[in-house]
């Protein structure tokens, strides 16, 4: 270590100090201001090798050499390069300490103090008799970076690209608009000077993690800012993208059903489906923190590692690179749950089957555009069979909601479709978890996979009187339009205005929750969006051209087109429908319907068609 009262006359720095910027710093105070600075030939060959493959930390170095090389033209120092490059096997041997021993190696032939901001350099330069001047990071007083003057309450994303004017996604999930921040474009210099910031600050921030660095390109965690920095040759212009999330969104607010929660609990396989910027991960954070506080161990498996989990929760990413590795780690953690972030290649499916047949609770993060395509990716990737031990529940978010629970079970059945007893074969069944209602088939059928959808629903008669009483009950808190739609027998998706939504679900779900227990259905509030109010026509009942062909009894009503209508004889309701495009209402003539309609033709009651 350096001695206490000696003069330093000459220093040498090695690579790490030079990245950090403190010779420079240190000149500038005062401390090396007069000093003769070495800088070894290797820590060049080092900085220039990194700067070549296009990694950041390469550049700073260059920076500081340029700054280093200005002090000495103004008489601030004497700045020297002195010994030797490394060679083409040394560099090869770089990460077993090669290089940094030629480091060490000028700095003891020049008799210069040592300066590191690496801790192993220093304590080997030490035990070699070197004096060291160790820097330690400061992990205090940081001030706001740059790129956090382009971020909002409600910014999600950041998107600067060189020769282009900044841009932001702005808003909540569920509307979120792409703005433009500026007129003027990004500049060369603007973005260089914002990601070397951002590569400072990673390497002196203990809360900060560099997670990938590639030729061109860069992956940084700083806070709950994932920032990517992609550079020629990788990209075409230096492009700086930072993504945060918006909202960290309570579990409650998602209004899971009971049976959801306790499938939940039961340290099931499930996957958490959904496309890109829909609210998958602040779901699955969601869920992370309410198995944490029901008292589980609870691990995540993420690269880059973004998920808004508290401390209790360890987050993990590749162990040496590979995910394979950190799963065998997991596996002697003995987690009760482990949420595996961005499951996508299939060595990542391959990894979440093993943990998940070895037991443990598993939780994966999907891209996918339907429930559906979600199971479809373990199709090829793990065996058939064992499909519904390793995945048994699918959540599908859209917008920030739970649109859709499937669940997967394993039976021998006959395929439908399939007539004959000795076509049965073994066959994964997907069906709806709110209705119970199968949606697909997945079987084989010869050399494929067959993923065959079953069971199209047809509108029970029963629902329309449930809509009606739905609707009734939601108008009493609501002051603008209701829309009702039923889905299953337990399920409907109600519509109001966007101010009527706090007085509909009340504070803290109180409103509405009284409303379900009362009706017994699960009621999905939403706001309308632009698009789904129908208009209605003004007038409230239209008499339809009725015609006669062989086949069918049609009503003819071109003013409601596509709308949904109900049919009346006088006073009598005899059924509802959907006006066709071309206007029409086509009644098959041998129905009971059709009997219905010419009967009271016959008896001189007036057939009207009113739109709901």
Known sequence: MKREGQSITRIASDTSAIIDGAIS??????????????????????????????????????EELQELRKLAAQGTIDLVFAGRRPNLDEVKLAGGGEVDALIRETAQENNALFVTADRVQSQIAMAKGLDVDFIVPRFIGYG????????????????????????????????????????????????????????????SDPASFMELNFNGASVL?????????????????????????????????????????????????????????????????????????LGYVVKTMEAPRDLQVPKEITQYAPLDGSMEKTADILLLVRPDYTIYDEVRKSSDFHIFADMRLAGVGMIGVVHANRAVDAIQRLIGRVELGVIPQVVDTVIFINKGEISKVQVLEFTVKVP??????????????????????????????????????????????????????????????????????????????????????PRVIGKGGNVINNIESILGIHIDVR?????????????????????????????????????????????????????????????????????????AIEEGELVTVRPL
């Open 416 to 501: 439908s479709g399939m007539t004959e007893a000795d076509l049965a074969r073994p066959v994964i069944i997907v069906t709806d978890l709110e209705s119970g209602r199968t949606e697909y088939e997945i079987y084989t059928y010869g050399d494929q996979v067959v993923v065959m959808p079953v069971g199209l629903e047809v509108k029970k008669p029963s629902w329309k009187l449930a809509e009606g009483e739905v609707k009734e009950v939601i108008e009493r808190y609501a002051t603008g339009p209701v829309q009702v739609e039923m889905v299953s027998d337990h399920k409907a998706f109600v519509q109001v205005l966007e101010n009527d939504l």
């Open 527 to 599: 706001k309308f969006e632009s698009g789904d109010m129908k208009e209605k026509p003004s007038q409230k009942e239209f008499r339809p051209i009725i015609e006669k062909t062989k086949k069918h009894v049609i009503l003819n009503i071109p003013e409601l087109v596509t709308h949904d209508v109900e049919v009346y004889a006088g006073n009598e309701f005899l059924f509802s429908a959907t006006v066709g495009r071309h206007g029409d209402i086509k009644v098959r003539k041998d129905s009971t319907v059709a009997a219905d309609i010419l009967s």
């Open 25 to 62: 710093s240190r000149i500038k105070s005062g401390e090396y201001a007069g000093t003769q600075v070495i800088v070894p030939e290797a820590v060049v060959a080092e900085i220039e090798a990194q700067a070549n493959r296009g990694i950041e930390i390469g550049f700073k170095g260059l």
């Open 144 to 203: 706001p970076l740059r790129i956090e003057q382009f971020f909002t309450e409600d910014t999600m994303s950041v998107h600067l690209k060189n020769g282009v004017p900044p841009m932001a996604k702005r808003g909540s999930v569920s509307a979120v608009e792409f703005v433009c921040l500026r007129k003027e474009p990004c500049t060369y210099g603007e973005l260089k000077l914002i990601s070397r910031e951002l590569i400072e600050r990673v390497r």
């Open 221 to 293: 965690q700083i806070g709950n800012m994932r920032i990517a920095i992609a550079n020629q040759p990788f990209s075409d212009e230096i492009e700086i993208t930072a993504v945060r999330p918006v909202a960290k969104v309570s579990f409650d607010k998602y209004r899971l059903s009971t049976v959801l929660k306790e499938r939940i609990k039961e340290q099931r396989g499930i996957l958490i489906a959904g496309p890109p910027g829909a609210g998958k991960s602040t779901f699955a954070a969601g869920i992370a923190v309410y198995l944490h506080e």
